[in-house]
């Protein structure tokens, strides 16, 4: 029993490490910086599926939930997709449709702009990770 308790805790140990999102500081304005983001993902051919406006719903339903805290001052996350590369990470493990779409975020925090994106498993998904790289790095170098 020991030795299953340690295995678990091992593992989702293992499991929270692998959520901890890679940011990038973002120098200038939110806007600027969701333009940035988008830019980046059309300039790979890439289209954007969904962008979820996070901070705006968090805003707007902090007192239907009781809490007056102010997470962000604004935050979105843009989702999308890449046919090749889901193919890619998807042939390599069928499973890895866990991880699919993708998805940026860009977050204003006490006057402070970040762009990032989920840290994804070592091994197959690491194509998906590359990719997101290239983009954060395209937008917050411009």
Known sequence: MKQLIFTVSLGLATAAAAETPITVPFDGSFEDATFAVESAIVDKGLVVDYVSHVGEMLNRTGDDVGSDAKLFT???????????????????????????????????????????YRDYPEGSMQAVEDMLSEIVTEATSQ
């Open 74 to 116: 604004a935050a979105d996350i843009f989702i999308f997709c890449s046919a090749v590369v889901s193919r890619q990470v998807m042939e390599a493990d069928p499973m890895n449709i866990a991880h699919c779409p993708y998805g940026i975020f860009v977050a204003e925090r006490d006057g402070a702009v970040i762009v990032g």
